[in-house]
């Protein structure tokens, strides 16, 4: 077994690196020669610990398969003397395939780390942040973070089987490079949980306005903008939307745009068995009150015909978020409430309503 150990200045400037990558963090990635623990197995562990402003890197190489035993028993050995874990994708596949591992070999499970799973973070905002995957290698190109190795952990297994039987300066730096560079950019990698956290509510409501606009159509149209402080920066801009929802935002800032309805919808009672509908005036009126109307003027309001109407301006919402809310016809999905002055000056209500809205953007 080879151990590897190296130490480079860290460098932390964003603040979700700053709180997340504490002393008592162990980052952690394995090279494996496929993805069945049953018939492969694991031939290279490193993990990266912080001290102070240094990034310390240890490896630990198997020179041969049958070394493997030792390379997992002193991970669980440095492992043991941190608090908490920090991988890529390692809840998909680093943890389920050592435990496999250390069952073949009788080793004692590992304990349960509290682990915080890069890629099972970012996993839902491919589309939102445009990304073509989520492999590190692209988050880090979306970050900015350049990297010297170009190979792929699947490119290596040959030639690590090949160092197995041949054992080679050359080909040993290629497998320790890889491994070593996927460690020293995860550190890197933290900045980008900003937008989940931003989607999860780690932001402030600052302004809220009722734009004017035209369209291509050269017609005027109305929008509302919120503008959103988010708790970290945004490491990068991204622009994301869909249905008349428009989500910016970069670094201290961001912006929700929502276009407004102009007109009339209808508000539909609950209890319809209490209601008759009048068809000359196209609207619901209660029983009590439809006492005075001539009965050929009135019939039995149905659901969908047991409304009353609304013009005014109006904001969509996919979930009940505020009441009362109107819609165009009965059966639609799409729901919406006024855009009243209650509203445009309560950044309570408006931060509820922005977490719907990306929650739905999410989605």
Known sequence: MKIWQNETELTLEHPVAIETFTESILFFDIETTGFSPIHTHVYLIGCAARRGRLICITQFFAEKPQEEKSILTAFLKLASQYEGLISFNGLGFDIPYLKKRLAHHGLPDAPEFPHLDIFHEISGFKSILKLNNLKQKSLETFLGIARDDQ??????????????????????????????????????????????????????????????YKTYENEQELELILTLMPDSPLPRRFSFGKQG?????????AKLKISIYQGELKYFYPNYRDYYFLPEEDRAIHKSVAFYVDKNFRTKAKAATCYSRKTGCFLPQYEEIVTPYFKLEFHDTVTWFEMTEEFTASAKTQKRYVQHLLKYLSK
């Open 245 to 253: 929802i428009y989500l910016t935002g970069y670094n201290r800032q």
């Open 151 to 212: 190979y792929s952990g699947g490119e290596l297994i040959n030639v690590y089987q090949d160092y197995a039987k041949h054992p080679s300066a050359e080909s040993a730096e290629l497998l320790r490079l890889h491994n070593y560079e996927d460690l020293l950019g995860m550190p890197g990698l933290l900045p980008i949980l900003a937008y989940p956290e931003l989607f999860a509510g780690a932001f402030d409501v600052v302004s809220c306005e009722k734009n004017v």
